[in-house]
């Protein structure tokens, strides 16, 4: 089954304290990208990777950080998490640039204290 | 700066009814648009989508309308079904490449 699974689906950390979120698809794409979901905003886009060891800002970066070592991982990293990164997050990963469309895990609610 | 608008938050429609779900943009350069579905507790799904070079694209119950003069879609559904109810996101691509710009989505409800 066609898959982008992220971890964890819940988290609630303290100010500070390093976390990372992972994200893994089983569908051999080689886009991926991070999006955060906040009310009456929509989806923004935190970092995408067109391929291995290739990642680019969106249009939210500050403070995140990506990774893209192999192409099935995609993991997010907040190295200090600060409240205003309380949001839902999404990983996605695409099917073929021609048409945009993306397939998303089922999202991570992060709460940061 | 918002280039892609769901000015409507929510959407309540009635069982078997048409469902009219709008999205304005403000960038002629938009290639592609594309609709996504999204329930409670998962992430978003495709819908359907169309090119810039159309005025309609048709899937099943769901039609997507675009009006380029007045740089506005529409999403059709048609009759609606109680499993419609979500959240749909409009979305909107430039350059060929999957950056997509999103609007804040309107959550549909179907009333049985």
């Known amino acids: 089954e066609a898959q982008v699974t992220q971890n964890p689906r819940y988290l609630i950390t303290v100010t500070g304290k390093k976390l990372t979120v992972t994200c893994s698809q089983n569908?051999?794409?080689?886009?991926m990208s991070w999006y955060r979901q906040d009310p009456g905003l929509g989806l923004r886009q935190i970092y995408y990777?067109?391929?291995?060891?290739?990642?680019d800002k969106g249009d939210v970066p500050e403070g995140y950080k990506v990774s893209r070592k192999e192409k099935r991982n995609f993991p997010l990293i907040l190295e200090s998490p600060s409240p205003n990164q309380t949001s839902l997050y999404f990983c996605a990963c695409g099917k073929g640039a021609l048409t945009g469309e993306l397939f998303f895990g089922e999202g991570s609610r992060l709460t940061v204290l | 700066d918002q280039q892609v608008k769901q000015n409507s938050p929510s959407l309540s429609v009635q069982e078997g009814r048409i469902s009219i779900l709008n999205c304005d943009y403000t960038?002629?350069?938009?290639?592609?648009f594309l609709w996504y579905k999204k329930y409670p507790a998962e992430g978003p799904t495709f819908l359907i989508s169309?090119?810039?070079i159309k005025d309609k694209n048709e899937d099943g119950r769901f039609t997507v309308f675009l009006n380029k003069s007045a740089k506005h879609l529409s999403l059709h559904i048609v009759p609606s079904q109680p499993g419609d109810s979500a959240v749909y996101f409009c979305a909107a691509r430039k350059d060929s490449n999957y950056q997509l710009i999103w609007g804040a989505g309107t959550k549909l409800i179907i009333k049985p």
């Open positions: 169309i090119s810039s």
């Open positions: 990777s067109m391929n291995v060891e290739v990642t």
């Open positions: 960038n002629s350069m938009f290639d592609y």
């Open positions: 569908m051999n794409h080689e886009y």
